[in-house]
């Protein structure tokens, strides 16, 4: 194992990282947020790099006997509010700096969320499309086993992302629970519920991206029942938006996946169309009046556009094409910063990832109480809770919104740079 010490310096990060790179545009939202808050300027250029960014050689045995090496990060951004927290991806355009930039989200995700935590992501470059089952498994735990060091349950606690699912986790708790020679669930969120995991944590960060919908559309005076919406990839996060909004009375008239896109102008039946997990790469095989590319979704005349797919897809070369009156963003990072500035030319609100998506994480902390408590809750205690932490942050958000004069994603980002520069001061960190 080795601890990849950072650089620090401003032009090399530019660089290195094009426009739409999760490092450039979450710098950039975090330079720009910062002329609205009252944080000491230490703070905020402490916040700019991460604790440690620790990278590893993952040695596995493919099933044919022959063996391949990968390479796997865990950024720890910024632990002032808690344990470090955030999903492991598995995907081919994992790298350290990504891993960075979505460590500085999870940071901001979970101070606007006001839970005890702060933010990390890693990951590692593969595809696991590549692997069997047991690859997968073997991969896992030797991943587990060379981050031993920096994670456990009050020090980094991991969670699902792309490409990992509630089986990655149950792994990774086992593996690190046999080594310590007891069983540990809080080590990771979003494992199985019969090992620790809690119900209703897979669908979370959906549910959370339609909780958000649901309150812009009320706060905009507008009937969810008379709203269309598009939604771009049809994962974990973009299915169970879709489904959550339909169930809610909203018309999902437009799905994704990687293949292209399906559309129905009087509303789709989103519970018939195969999500990710149901059936990989499936959507377009559902029947629709109309299909698509996979990017003209971004084109259509839709009340919402929910990208929950991948991201940095919404950039300055595609923005102008949008005629959603609204954005949700579900997947960490769609809008790149070019992308942004159209939006708000153009008056179209970007409701951001930190708050809309914040759904995963918080129920991952139900999970991590859960676990520490050994109790179990209902899933009607789960959506309860849920339901009222998301009014609560969405309350905080548009209070600031209302108050100062400032972006959707400014005013979230306003709320989690006072929760953590407070922190920072009242334990009296230097910076
Ligand atoms: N899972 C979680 O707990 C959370 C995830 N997120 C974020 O949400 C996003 C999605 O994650 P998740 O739902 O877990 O991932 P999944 O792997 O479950 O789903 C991703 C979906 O996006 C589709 N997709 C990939 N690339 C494209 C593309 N270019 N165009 C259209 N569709 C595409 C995939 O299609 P195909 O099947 O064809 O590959 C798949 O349907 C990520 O940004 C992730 O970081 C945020 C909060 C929590
Ligand atoms: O549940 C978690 O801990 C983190 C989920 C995640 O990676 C995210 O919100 O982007």
Redesign the pocket.
């Known amino acids: 194992m080795s601890l990849e010490t950072q650089t620090n310096s401003e032009g090399e990060r530019e660089s290195d990282d094009p426009d739409n790179s999760a490092l450039a545009t979450a710098l950039h939202q975090v330079e720009n947020a910062s002329k609205y808050v009252n944080v000491d300027k230490g703070v905020i250029e402490r916040l700019k790099e991460s604790t440690r960014v620790v990278q590893v050689t993952v040695p596995l045995e493919r099933d044919d006997g022959t063996v391949e090496t990968y390479t796997g990060y865990r950024a720890q951004h910024d632990d002032v509010r808690g344990p470090y927290k955030g ?1 492991i ?1 598995y995907h081919p355009d994992v790298s350290s700096k990504e891993s960075q930039g ?1 460590a500085m989200w999870m940071t901001w995700k979970c101070a606007v969320m006001d839970l005890p935590f702060g933010g990390a992501k890693g990951g590692i470059v593969v595809d696991p499309d590549d692997l069997s089952e047991g690859e997968m498994e073997r991969l896992t735990r030797r991943f587990t086993e060379e981050l031993r060091d920096v994670i456990g349950p009050t020090k980094d606690i991991a ?5 990992t699912n509630s089986q990655t986790m149950a792994w990774m708790m086992d593996a690190y629970s046999m080594q310590q020679g007891e069983t540990i669930p809080g080590v990771v969120t ?1 494992k199985p519920p019969v090992v620790g995991g809690s119900k209703g944590r897979k669908e979370a ?1 959906g549910r959370s991206v339609a909780i958000i919908t649901r309150e812009f559309i009320n706060y905009q005076n507008r009937d969810l029942e008379e709203t269309t919406i598009a939604i ?7 299915a169970n938006a879709a489904r959550t909004l339909d169930d809610w009375g909203a018309d999902i008239v437009s799905v ?4 292209g896109a399906i559309y129905d102008p009087s509303g789709l039946d989103t519970h018939a169309v195969p999500s ?2 149901e059936e ?2 499936a ?1 377009t095989t559902h029947d629709a009046p109309t299909l698509l590319s ?1 990017d003209e979704i971004f084109k259509l005349d839709v009340d919402v556009l929910i990208p ?4 940095g ?1 919404l950039t300055k070369d595609n923005a102008d094409d949008v005629q959603a009156d609204i954005i949700v963003e ?5 809008t790149t910063t070019g992308a942004d500035e159209i939006f708000e030319e153009h008056d179209i609100p970007v409701l951001p ?1 930190i708050l809309a ?1 914040a759904g ?2 918080t129920v991952s902390y139900f999970e991590w109480l859960q676990d520490i408590n050994r109790r179990e809750w209902s899933l009607e205690r789960v959506h309860n809770e849920l339901e009222s932490q998301m009014l609560s942050s969405w309350e905080d958000v548009y209070t600031t919104y209302e108050t100062k004069d400032v972006t959707w994603r400014e005013a979230a980002y306003v709320v989690a740079l006072e929760r953590i520069g407070k922190a920072k001061s009242t334990r009296g960190l230097w910076p």
């Not at 929950?308 to 991201?311: Q, S, V, Y």
């Open positions: 999903g991806r979505l969670a699902p992302d792309m490409g979003g960060p771009q990839g049809y994962g974990s996060v973009g994704s996946d990687i293949k990710y997990s990989p790469n959507v996979a929950a797919a991948i991201g897809v579900g997947a960490n990072g769609p990832d998506n995963g994480v």
